[in-house]
């Protein structure tokens, strides 16, 4: 276990030079305190948990003091906006402390989220208020606790800087930790700026420090390319399976080590609906829930553009090519196990759409249907479930075809049956509402109820005595709340 003080820095992103990002410092917000930190977290740093409570760790994350080796960078990138090309991004709001790396060996991005203007801040502040930066906190720990790959979080510090919205709030700052914090819009600035060096000096620090196995295929670069489209369409897989809609799906939020990252609108979903747009802001839909499988391989292809001076064109296209048939199976591989199913039939993907449809057609939620699928044998869970379907003929007949797919794959005990659907089926997931309710007691000064969901979530798979609430579908006022853009 480490002190704060102890953290070993290695700063190789910030060693590439000015070309990739600009020496800034933080802007300390007023009256820094800890609002959460994530004790897991801590341990990827080494980090004594006991530290968060010190003031000495709000004044660090709040922008006051700073590691004599960090060195605090903020990144240049660029990106497709919802299909558009911008020329140029970066952190506008965020920087890179430093690297540092652990025990394990493993080098850990320290990014602050909120930290005041950058080179890049265009017509922004520089700041995160305190709800998104709750969110993002809350968000990055929850998809971890449930197996889907995602960019981490320390902590949240509030502060009492006024920072204007719609309205008038509160400055906070989240400090994020990745393995990268390189997006495709980093290679989409250095290829549509036409600067073939840093592209190429860019390219070999991914693949050296991020895909060194790589390295010993004989096309390098290709093999890594398609371990970019694997990892994407794998986590992907996972949102679908798990009703997560990220909301803005621009090539700059697209992480190059295939993690979910840079949290806006994103929601869970509580009724089943493909359907559903996360983001106000959406007019099209264009990261609609069902979109966020197209969209995926189409930003895969905005960064294989970007490849185009080191892969050729036929090999880029060849791996594409790979991102569908690798969706799919980790997706129907996810899906089965949600449905306690062992084996796998050509028919199971039908299955599948078939519940779904049915979910969909009576707002069913996406979550406790699965959960209490496992909670008994399949003709007892099905009977309990069918109140829930306004197609009861549709359901039985569904249900019918269920029961029998279950029967062929054999016998098992329902407490094994239990055990190994309640591994894969959450009882506990980020819905909107609750993230509200945590926020508003937040924005009032009291911090208990973040954290007591955010411990919450950290189980998602167990449950736990007395935290009923959290397990419940959204009350009316909480279906449909607007998440504002402006965080
Ligand atoms: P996002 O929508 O958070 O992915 O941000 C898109 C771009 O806008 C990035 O370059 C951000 O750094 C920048 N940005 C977002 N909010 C702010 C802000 N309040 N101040 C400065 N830049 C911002
Ligand atoms: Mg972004």
Redesign the pocket.
Same mark, same amino acid.
């Given at each position: 276990m480490k002190a704060l003080d102890e953290l070993t820095f290695d700063n190789r992103f910030a060693r590439l030079g000015d070309a990739f990002s600009t020496h800034v410092l933080p802007e300390p917000l007023d009256e820094p305190r800890l609002v959460v930190a994530s004790k897991a977290a801590m341990a990827l740093l080494d980090l004594d948990p006991a530290v968060a409570e010190t003031p000495v760790f709000a004044e660090l994350f709040g922008g006051h003091k700073l590691w004599a080796e960090a060195e605090p960078r903020a990144m240049v990138?660029s *990106?497709h906006?919802f299909g558009g090309y911008?020329p140029q991004? #970066?952190? *506008?709001?965020?920087m890179l402390l430093g690297e540092v790396y652990n025990q394990a060996g493993e080098h850990w991005d320290l990014h602050l989220k909120?930290a005041g203007?950058?080179p890049?801040?265009?017509? #922004?502040? *520089?700041?995160?208020v305190l709800r998104s930066s709750i969110r993002e906190f809350l968000a990055s720990e929850a998809l971890h606790a449930l197996g889907i790959p995602s960019s981490r979080a320390l902590c949240v510090i509030g502060s009492s800087t006024p920072?204007w919205r719609e309205k008038q709030e509160r400055g906070a700052m989240v400090l994020r930790l990745a393995q990268s914090h390189i997006r495709f819009g980093h290679f989409e600035y250095f290829y549509y700026t036409k600067k073939p060096e840093q592209h190429a000096e860019l390219a070999e620090h991914v693949l050296n420090l991020h895909y060194p196995e790589c390295r010993e295929q004989p096309e390098p670069y290709l093999a890594m390319f398609r371990e970019i489209v694997e990892r994407n369409a794998e986590m992907i897989a996972k949102w679908q399976a798990y009703g997560f809609c990220h909301g803005?799906m621009?090539t700059?939020?697209m992480s190059i080590l295939g993690i979910t990252f840079?949290f #806006?609108p994103f929601a869970f979903l509580d009724d089943f609906d493909a359907h559903f747009i996360c983001n106000h802001s959406d007019h099209e839909g264009r990261y609609s829930f069902s979109n966020q499988v197209p969209i995926g391989q189409w930003n895969l292809s905005a960064l294989a553009q970007a490849l185009t001076p080191f892969i050729s064109v036929d090999a880029l296209k060849e791996a594409l090519g790979l991102y569908l048939p690798f969706y799919q199976a980790h997706y129907l591989d996810l899906m089965r196990r949600r449905l306690g199913l062992i084996t796998a039939e050509d028919g199971d993907q039908k299955l599948v759409e078939g519940l779904l449809k049915l979910m969909q057609n009576s707002g069913v939620d996406y979550t406790l249907f699965f959960r209490r699928l496992g909670d008994e044998s399949p003709e007892l869970a099905v009977k309990r479930l069918r109140d829930d379907f306004v197609d009861l003929a549709g359901f039985d007949a569904w249900a019918e075809l269920y029961k029998a797919r279950v029967a062929r794959d054999g016998d098992d005990s329902q407490e094994q049956r239990r055990e190994r659907m309640h591994a894969v089926n959450p009882l506990y997931i980020l819905r909107n509402y609750l993230a509200q309710n945590a926020i508003a007691a937040a924005e009032a000064g009291d911090y208990s109820e973040v954290r007591r969901l955010h411990e919450v979530l950290s189980k998602p798979f167990e449950e736990q005595a007395g935290m009923e609430q959290y397990a419940q579908r959204p009350p009316d006022w909480g279906k449909h709340l607007e998440i504002s853009?402006?965080?």
């Open positions: 990138y *990106g906006q911008t991004l #970066g952190d *506008g709001r965020g909120g203007m950058t890049y801040s265009r017509m #922004g502040d *520089g700041r995160a920072v803005v621009n700059d939020n840079d #806006g853009c402006s965080s």
